[in-house]
């Protein structure tokens, strides 16, 4: 799926090419996606304006000039295409491509194999659509941080690998990243997520540990495109590179690359997910 820095890479491919474009033509195919359209779905988004293109969390808004959002989330398999309108022929449409839309200068087109993502419509600027406004803390915001995640924190059972996968504490982060920054940290997926915070609710040094090594991992990962799995390509068609510096992610039974540790990558399942860590060095 998609994560965070996917998402932001894609966003910010948009972004370049779509500002100030008007939606001339839109075309959505007879397949479903995880939601069905609006009913008055190409009405209601022809002949506007893309006045920015914002991202929360793994969604990508379109902010257009009647004060409509389109809310798009890529699900397991998205992405987008951006073709220059003088390149583009019927013959550059592909199988699995969902939704199309034509402006002055680009044709962009959403493709999602396993249709698990999904385009919604929101227009009441009083208030967020309900996808959106339970969301917690951007993790490169100057909110998340260890002081306010201590106090989320310190009476969570739960295990810290979960607790950092729950949207609505860190909204953004996804399994790689998460796997990545608690190797980065010394912490294990296991760990009772109130053990990183003291009883007077301020954080243990791990749990500054870890914010600083999901914003450095994040960022890393922008840098690189994103991490390329088996679908995500940017909105040019290229793959992202950070998957080639993962420590544990998709390592199980490969040996560990800190220096003088002979343990191997180890996988478990936790909440139906994979979860990748090394059993010596994250003890904690």
Same mark, same amino acid.
């Given at each position: 799926?998609?994560?965070?820095?996917?998402?932001?890479?894609?966003?910010?491919?948009?972004?370049?090419?779509?500002?100030?474009?008007?939606?001339?033509?839109?075309?959505?195919?007879? +397949?479903?996606?995880?939601?069905?359209?609006?009913?008055? &779905?190409?009405?209601?988004?022809?002949?506007?304006?893309?006045?920015?293109?914002?991202?929360?969390?793994?969604? $990508?808004?379109?902010?257009?000039?009647?004060?409509?959002?389109? $809310? @798009?989330?890529?699900?397991?398999?998205?992405?987008?295409?951006?073709?220059?309108?003088?390149?583009?022929?019927?013959?550059?449409?592909?199988?699995?491509?969902? &939704?199309?839309?034509? *402006?002055?200068? &680009?044709?962009?087109? /959403?493709?999602?194999?396993?249709?698990?993502? /999904?385009?919604?419509?929101?227009?009441?600027?009083?208030?967020?659509?309900?996808?959106?406004?339970?969301?917690?803390?951007?993790?490169?915001? +100057?909110?998340?941080?260890?002081?306010?995640?201590?106090?989320?924190?310190?009476?969570?059972?739960?295990?810290?690998?979960?607790?950092?996968?729950?949207?609505?504490?860190?909204?953004?982060?996804?399994?790689?990243?998460?796997?990545?920054?608690?190797?980065?940290?010394?912490?294990?997926?296991?760990?009772?997520?109130? +053990?990183?915070?003291?009883?007077?609710? *301020?954080?243990?040094?791990?749990?500054?540990?870890?914010?600083?090594?999901? +914003?450095?991992? $994040?960022? @890393?990962?922008?840098?690189?495109? !994103? @991490?390329?799995?088996?679908?995500?390509?940017?909105?040019?068609?290229?793959?992202?590179?950070?998957?080639?510096? &993962?420590?544990? /992610?998709?390592?199980? !039974?490969?040996?560990?690359?800190?220096?003088?540790? *002979?343990?191997?990558?180890?996988?478990?399942?936790?909440?139906?997910?994979?979860?990748?860590?090394?059993?010596?060095?994250?003890?904690?």
């Amino acid at each position: 799926m998609p994560e965070l820095p996917e998402v932001e890479t894609t966003k910010e491919g948009l972004k370049r090419d779509l500002l100030g474009q008007k939606i001339l033509k839109v075309e959505i195919s007879n +397949k479903k996606l995880r939601f069905p359209y609006d009913k008055n &779905f190409k009405k209601r988004i022809t002949d506007e304006y893309i006045l920015s293109i914002t991202r929360r969390a793994k969604y $990508i808004l379109f902010n257009l000039s009647n004060d409509t959002k389109i $809310i @798009s989330h890529l699900g397991m398999s998205g992405s987008y295409r951006v073709i220059d309108k003088k390149l583009f022929h019927n013959n550059n449409k592909i199988k699995h491509d969902h &939704f199309i839309f034509k *402006t002055e200068k &680009f044709v962009v087109i /959403y493709n999602d194999p396993r249709r698990f993502g /999904y385009i919604l419509l929101h227009s009441d600027i009083t208030s967020e659509h309900n996808r959106l406004k339970n969301l917690g803390y951007e993790p490169l915001s +100057k909110g998340c941080n260890a002081k306010n995640l201590s106090l989320l924190l310190h009476n969570k059972e739960r295990n810290i690998k979960n607790i950092l996968m729950d949207q609505r504490i860190i909204a953004g982060l996804g399994n790689i990243y998460v796997c990545e920054a608690l190797f980065k940290s010394g912490i294990s997926p296991l760990l009772s997520a109130k +053990k990183l915070v003291n009883k007077d609710k *301020t954080p243990k040094k791990e749990l500054n540990s870890l914010i600083k090594n999901i +914003k450095k991992i $994040i960022k @890393s990962s922008i840098m690189l495109g !994103g @991490s390329s799995l088996k679908d995500y390509v940017n909105t040019q068609g290229k793959m992202g590179y950070f998957q080639s510096t &993962f420590n544990v /992610y998709g390592r199980d !039974g490969e040996e560990c690359f800190t220096k003088d540790c *002979t343990s191997r990558i180890t996988r478990i399942v936790q909440s139906n997910r994979s979860t990748f860590f090394c059993p010596s060095c994250q003890k904690k």
